[in-house]
């Protein structure tokens, strides 16, 4: 029998919204896995938390999924970790954090106390969840890639995908599922060595 936090049930139900069929999700306990996994979990689970921690559940999965497209695409970071990272300069060599909060130094504190909050834990456990399945899930923001709080207009130029909850999500022409996740995941869960296959997939992707 699958043991799942309510707030991976919460998302399961909420996902109908998006989804006619859902099949059954597969459980990893994030203790089951090699620290290098375990870090980059960290990695989404702090994104989810600190760029849409009090967003419904389907905002928190749509944070995820904007997170697990880059990596998808081949056009950011190397693995989660380097996603959620990412800097870079803008026209003026003006440093810009992809994830806003990584830039924010009183972000750095409170990371040191969120793993103790409920909130934090049931976000691993999505975050887990997110990555573990994301061939089964149908993605919320149909393919996003960036996104912004509703009450700012970057004036990006990109298509515009949904708006879910206080975020707004686009897709850049750029960006395609260069990197199949899916079957990656597929093999890491049948294999019986899901760690060994699942740091293939979170591991550095391309060779310098």
């Known amino acids: 029998m699958l043991c799942i936090s309510k707030a991976v049930t919460v998302a399961i139900i909420a996902l109908s919204c998006f989804s006619s069929s859902y099949a059954i999700p597969h459980k990893i306990d994030y203790y089951d896995l090699k620290i290098p996994i ?18 419904s ?49 009183n972000i750095a504190k409170k990371r040191l106390t969120i793993k103790h909050e409920p909130l934090y834990n049931e976000i691993r456990d999505l975050a887990i969840f997110v990555l573990v399945n994301y061939h089964l899930v149908e993605d919320p923001t149909k393919g996003a890639t960036y996104f912004h709080a509703a ?39 049948y294999a019986n060595e899901h760690d060994v296959l699942c740091e293939a997939l979170i591991a550095p992707r391309f060779e310098n």
């Open 151 to 189: 009450y700012v207009n970057p004036m990006w130029g990109l298509p515009r995908t949904i708006k879910i909850g206080n975020h707004i999500f686009y897709k850049s022409y750029a960006d395609t599922r260069n990197i199949n996740i899916a079957d990656i995941m597929v093999n890491c869960l």
């Open 57 to 105: 559940h389907i905002g928190k999965l749509a944070v995820a999924f904007v997170t697990l497209n880059r990596l998808a695409s081949g056009n950011y970071g190397k693995d989660i970790c380097g996603v959620v990272k990412q800097r870079t300069k803008n026209v003026n060599g003006v440093i810009i954090c992809q994830f806003s909060w990584t830039c924010q130094p």
């Open 38 to 55: 375990q870090k980059q979990v960290d990695c989404l689970t702090e994104n989810i938390y600190f760029e849409s921690g009090y967003e």
